[in-house]
């Protein structure tokens, strides 16, 4: 946030997008947003009130013919993070709850995807004891052969207006934990289909969610087949469904209004 602020008040360009940004946000009619948590950040951050809005979270491209009763568990215990934001993603958290796992005697690999094997890379793992632990893959066009191996997929970000990585993971039947900023998590049952991280801060409580799935085969499997059933539910055509029927509320508005002059 500090640096956020930092750049907003030095930045001519992030001076910019900002009254850009707000000059839109209340001109405009309708506003459309992926996720509650997004609106709320908008409606704080440009103090629009009652102005209307609806919600269209994104949806995923089905995998029908994935069947996930022949999804094997990998082994060692397969940990997925995809993206590049070290702090802003939440993998310095991440990092920190492996190293809790690792102090345990837990075994398990946590597979990044995004982040190239770069010396500095390989010393920030280091420098939080679990170097033999992560394998670094890079940017990656095809993500399905990492989401086919991976048992659980790590979603800890500090900022996240929605999330696409967990629902598409969720696809191949690997149960998703997302911190409680990430629009995604607004669709998850806690417990049932996904886990919620209430405190994205926290390691500790990251590390529990991790060794809960680790170390409960039951609960892994019930809940690979139950992220599946959610997932295949986040459909586009929905989201078209939900945008379609906000601008199908905002020209009723605008004809009533008409007919009312």
Same mark, same amino acid.
């Given at each position: ?12 360009? %992030? ?50 013919? /994935?069947?996930?009763?022949?999804? =094997? ?5 397969? /940990? ?5 934001? %070290? ?7 991440? %990092? ?16 990044? &995807? ?63 934990? =997302?911190?409680?900023?990430?629009? =995604? ?10 886990? &919620?991280?209430?405190? @994205? ?7 529990? @969610? ?44 605008? =004809? ?6």
């Amino acid at each position: 946030r500090l640096i956020n602020e930092y750049k907003l008040a030095t930045n001519d360009a %992030y001076k910019t997008r900002m009254k850009q940004d707000g000059d839109l946000a209340k001109s405009t009619k309708m506003r459309i947003f992926v996720s509650q948590i997004c609106k709320r950040d908008y409606y704080e951050t440009y103090n629009l009130d009652d102005a209307p809005y609806a919600i269209a979270p994104c949806g995923a491209d089905s995998q029908s013919e /994935y069947d996930i009763s022949q999804k =094997v568990q990998a082994q060692p215990f397969n /940990y997925l993070f995809i993206g590049k934001g %070290y702090r802003k993603k939440g993998l310095d958290t991440l %990092y920190s709850a492996c190293a809790i796992l690792k102090k345990q005697g837990l075994k398990f690999k946590l597979t990044v &995807v995004g982040l190239r094997a770069s010396l500095f890379n390989k010393l920030t793992a280091g420098m939080h004891g679990i170097a033999d632990c992560v394998e670094f893959a890079g940017y990656q066009k095809d993500l399905k052969p990492f989401q086919e191996n991976a048992s659980v997929i790590v979603v800890p970000s500090k900022c996240e207006a929605f999330g696409m990585s967990p629902v598409e993971a969720m696809l191949f039947g690997v149960p998703a934990i =997302v911190s409680s900023v990430a629009g =995604v998590s607004e669709l998850l049952n806690d417990g049932i289909d996904g886990l &919620v991280l209430k405190d @994205h801060l926290s390691a500790k409580e990251l590390a529990q @969610h991790m060794q809960q799935l680790q170390s409960d085969p039951a609960m892994l499997k019930s809940m690979q087949i139950k992220a599946r059933a959610k997932a295949k539910q986040l459909t586009w055509d929905k989201t078209v469904d939900a945008t379609i029927t906000a601008y199908q509320k905002l020209l009723k508005s605008e =004809v009533g209004t008409n007919e009312n002059r």
